[in-house]
């Protein structure tokens, strides 16, 4: 089945490709701020070849193309592409090049290879350069050719930024720029280019609303020692903004102006910036104007140590959060095949449940709601012309999250909807093993992401099933459900950053099984880091759990756990009863006990 | 109590230190060839300061003097260095400096660092070099000034070289040669400068013996496209030896001319090395003369990986040595108490009965034998006038193995000699659970150490217990029995190098728990790593046991383990049984039905 939509689109980007003398065209998945997810104005690549995963660059030829995409996407990616001509390259498989290695042998000698150089970071620009130097490209990044063939482009988004009381956030702005200053300093940089849009929110204390499910808002900031420097579209500048930037000596300029006023104003020394975020654009205007030092952000990992206020915040907000899920998964169990119930109509449920919270703003994610062999797609999402109906049988996942004054949450459980095989029992009670012995780590500071990977994934490894992607990410504090640098993984590629894990890092905790096909399981709490005993040995650390709803002991199989992981199992699901027991109705309650037995 | 001696011996080389204008002077732990395990010729930091560990760094100055050395030493460096005036800096612990560090801040500007640039290996050196630039440190390396000091100073080993069978190898000269030229025309590079023993006779497939337990000798290489330059003591080169080496077109040099000769050779092209093992005073040499690339000896890998030849015989000859350890232990439980023994007859016990295998050379390292609280000194080494004598309680920890034509081995155990605590009984079997945790690893290709050590280390962790030191090592075939690229840990610092783990791999995995003062549990097998299942999620890995010895169920408490934890020790203990009663006689086998009984 030919889907004319997009080969036409394709057609007509090869068309302007032509005119711009490009040979070879690439389309990340990015805004100017190499966020992970982007407003509607920034899904070109979705434009063009219909795949809307949240992470896949298209390459276009003039007689072929390509999409790269990671594991989470491979079964989506192949249904989104059918009829596209687009060729799937499924990121990290035996034989499959990367884009580099595609672009390296595709490539002629002095062709050129155009993309749009705000939307590319420059890490990768840089690469690319490298990469392709043997074959002379030619690398044009000024121009966004997708802009002339797509002529119903939504405008850039731009919303009013909020200010909540700094209360909020347990340190206020002074205190945040010394922090980052000092790092400046360390790294003997005069300035710094921040463009990752939370960096900039985490540091000046505000919000924004320009991405979906993201609390931030398109920015620039440019820092010395003494000057904030601080652009912002102006439908985005409230008088509350302007009595915090003053308050804090920040001065705020036109977002649009931002390039023009790095390439003229005066800089001395050396400026810092993290070349794996800054956009190759950018880059390339500073390189122009001083020695460039590249480092992660400093706000990026005082940020992803979250302090003692946004700790207690999030315990609150996590309480209230866990209580609609489990709200929610009464609600599920009880109704399904009694009332008409559909993967979009149970996440519709859920949201508005959240949306009742105190301190509600948004969601985090879009809810993810997968029923039987769709939940064997990681990050797949019903829309309301689009989902399976529910019926007594098989597994709904709902993976889901919100954005609270208070928190971000993230949570995932898989619902037992009615008879499962024993198959999908032994698999659910694997997922559930390997989470619970992550959650129960002890581990010596030090350790990184790496190190503790396989107490999760170590259930499915033993019986030779993989789930492709990392086991945790960081979570934000009212800001994006992803944040870096913390992450629990087994391998880190590309800009994923090994950092120790640090307290008061928060960090998911979401092994799975997937089968194309079949069913697809997750069970997912975010859970924080903290300092355990300190002895000769060094400092022991452990994790302190933030998410609170049953595991379906209806597709648990006990013969196939030990003793510690119906122990494990059993002293969780306890601490489940006694704190979500005050929040539910008596009906609620009286189910959740029994859903929250000892076995 | 003062160390006349060794204060003696300072003072000397405090005064050589004056008239060579040097103000700080520092001896690693090396020979010319950071060969871990040195000869009696290379002692000179043991000279000076008295400690005997295999690894420590000596840094003298004027007025003081501090030795460096890693967990494994922390105790028995203590004692050694007791009343030397040399202070202990324990590696990697918290507020302990680096030696850079130290050197850094104590050394004042302009002054002058010395050290034999033989025995520093050019990471570290050019680290220095760097590190001190800021201070205007001048480096002198041209001189070993302990020479002077050392007037009784044994002569440099040397010993004829053997020739053995090359059936033996499973790969013949003319293969290798073309392996290690395949990996520097890949690199670029036309020259190889190689140092490192192992590496020189894997590539050679002949032996020395000019290292205790270190079937090794002195040499080095060069190597181009066509040629093979090898350098060695005339006393070592026979007639065999001469006919080998034509017969693969090896022109032999005298071991004394190699630097010379480096520095007259015809050279084009760049040279390759590993700076992390050649000396910094032949890179000082090759930098002089032709671009350097850095990279890892190509024979590094290719030895490593061990061929289905020499898995097959260390496979037979893992058995034999494995017997040899279980009638050791059933002589030593049956006889503690009734004769007279001590750690060091208990050893030579041990020796003897695998100086009797077939095909026997000499031990990989001096037996380790160590009683009650000497256990808790990783390793250890009882002397016959220093030793304690053994009795029917608490427990003997034997690490030992052998060289023999067919391979080298590597085995601890921890023997229960008589009535044993509860504390010490729930921490061998949580080392006896973590060794077996690890066995049972399955995993995907792509895993490093990094990534499975925390099976190992998980039920120490658990108990706020670390073993301050690696869980396993490659080990040699018919070579060193500390052989990298591979390893099992859960950081790797310095020039420790992060592989992923190849079918045919071979490590040990040797968890344990040392307490100080009180005892120490270790049980160490080796294991081959191998190919299991492939599909869609990748190639899955698992690990295939060479060693059968029982671990000791007198201090098994069955009550902390769990369902699996037993299932693994009875599985292993019936293949304990099954491959080791052909090898033992009516008495022994009887006990070895009884000590690896299901519990």
Redesign the interface.
Known sequence: MVNQKIQDRLAALRAVMKKNGVDWYMVPTADFHNSEYVDAYFKVREYLCNFSGSNGTLIVGMDEAGLWTDGRYFIQAERELTGTGVTLYRMLE?NVPTKEEFLQQKMENGQTLGFDGRVVDTRFGLKLEKDLADKQIKIVYGKDLADEVWTDRPALPCHPVLVPDEALFGQNVSEKLAAVRKDMAAHGASGLFLSKLDDLMWLLNIRGADVECNPVALSYAYLTQDECHFFLQDGEVTDVLKAHAAKYHITLHPYEEAAEWMESCAITGSVMCDEGNVSYAFYKILENRAEVVDAANPTELLKAVKNETELANMQEVYLKDSAAVCKFIYWVKKNVGKIPMTEYSAAMYLDHLRSEIDGYLDLSFPTISAYGTNAAMMHYEATEDNCAALAPEGMLLVDSGGQYLGGTTDVTRTIVLGPVSQTIKEHYTAVAKGMLQLTD????Y??TG??????AR?PM??Q???Y?CGTGHGVGYILNVHEGPQGIR??FTGNQKEVPIEAGMDVTNEPGIYIEGSHGIRIENVMVARN??K?G??Q?MYFDTLTWAPIDLDAIDVSVM???DIERLNRYHAQVREKMTPYLNEEEAAWLKEATRAI
Do not use: P, S, Y
């Open positions: 035996d780590a002890k581990f010596l030090g350790c790496r190190n503790l990977d396989i107490l170590q490894w033993d030779n099933i993989d492709k087994w391998r355990g005993v002895n040995d060094g022991f030990e003793r510690k």
